[in-house]
T-cell receptor, first 114, second 112 residues
Framework: EPEVTQTPSHQVTQMGQEVILRCVPI?????FYWYRQILGQKVEFLVS????????KSEIFDDQFSVERPDGSNFTLKIRSTKLEDSAMYFC????????????FGPGTRLTVL | DAKTTQPNSMESNEEEPVHLPCNHS???????IHWYRQLPSQGPEYVIH???SNVNNRMASLAIAEDRKSSTLILHRATLRDAAVYYC?????????????FGTGTRLTIIP
């Protein structure tokens, strides 16, 4: 069964550094998402992306965040200058579209900001 | 967004049925009821969804009250692998690409 993959599984970075989290969605899916989950808290929506544009973003997704689909297969989340409070699990998800409504999630990247 | 209410936690014995309740008294006529679950250290995973009629799939069954103000996810024979946080989520349409809004869910513990 096709699955969403994410790399790295764990990223440790210093505060103020840039990080790029990578996701490879399921190949024929058209809608892409990033969510995050701070330890012990709810899964929170960050951003949705379709047709090479952001469809919706949450208040969390400020100017420090950006998303890109650089080569038609990868979907990346960049945090320009990480803060301590960015430490969380980041999940990529995708949805096929065209009448299906199931989002498929990746295993997540644990980001630790020191 | 219409809100859902779930118990914080539940326990069940292995190989017994589990009924996970969800209240959504402010549900609108176009809201679909979705269930996802999150196994330990994993991303959320789709379980089942429905609108008005009860639904069955290989993972679970979804029983929807006649007034749609509540629903119950039924795991017919719980295994240790079913230990997870279960989320009941309302979505406006069955065809949209809208985001998922997660609550705190129900943490299901399976007792061997």
């Amino acid at each position: 069964e096709p699955e969403v993959t994410q790399t790295p599984s764990h990223q440790v970075t210093q505060m103020g550094q840039e990080v790029i989290l990578r996701c490879v969605p399921i190949s024929n899916h058209l809608y892409f998402y990033w969510y995050r989950q701070i330890l012990g808290q709810k899964v929170e929506f960050l951003v949705s992306f379709y047709n090479n544009e952001i469809s919706e973003k949450s208040e969390i997704f400020d100017d420090q965040f950006s998303v890109e689909r650089p080569d038609g297969s990868n979907f990346t989340l960049k945090i320009r200058s990480t803060k301590l409070e960015d430490s969380a699990m980041y999940f990529c998800a995708c949805l096929k579209g065209g009448g299906t409504d199931t989002q498929y999630f990746g295993p997540g990247t644990r980001l630790t900001v020191l | 967004d219409a809100k859902t209410t779930q118990p914080n936690s539940m326990e069940s014995n292995e190989e017994e049925p589990v009924h996970l309740p969800c209240n959504h008294s402010t549900i609108s006529g176009t809201d679909y009821i979705h269930w996802y679950r999150q196994l330990p250290s994993q991303g959320p995973e789709y379980v089942i969804h429905g609108l008005t009629s009860n639904v069955n799939n290989r993972m679970a069954s979804l029983a929807i009250a006649e007034d749609r103000k509540s629903s119950t996810l039924i795991l017919h024979r719980a295994t240790l692998r079913d230990a997870a946080v279960y989320y009941c989520i309302l979505r406006i349409s069955n065809f949209g690409n809208e985001k998922l809004t997660f609550g705190t869910g129900t943490r299901l513990t399976i007792i061997p």
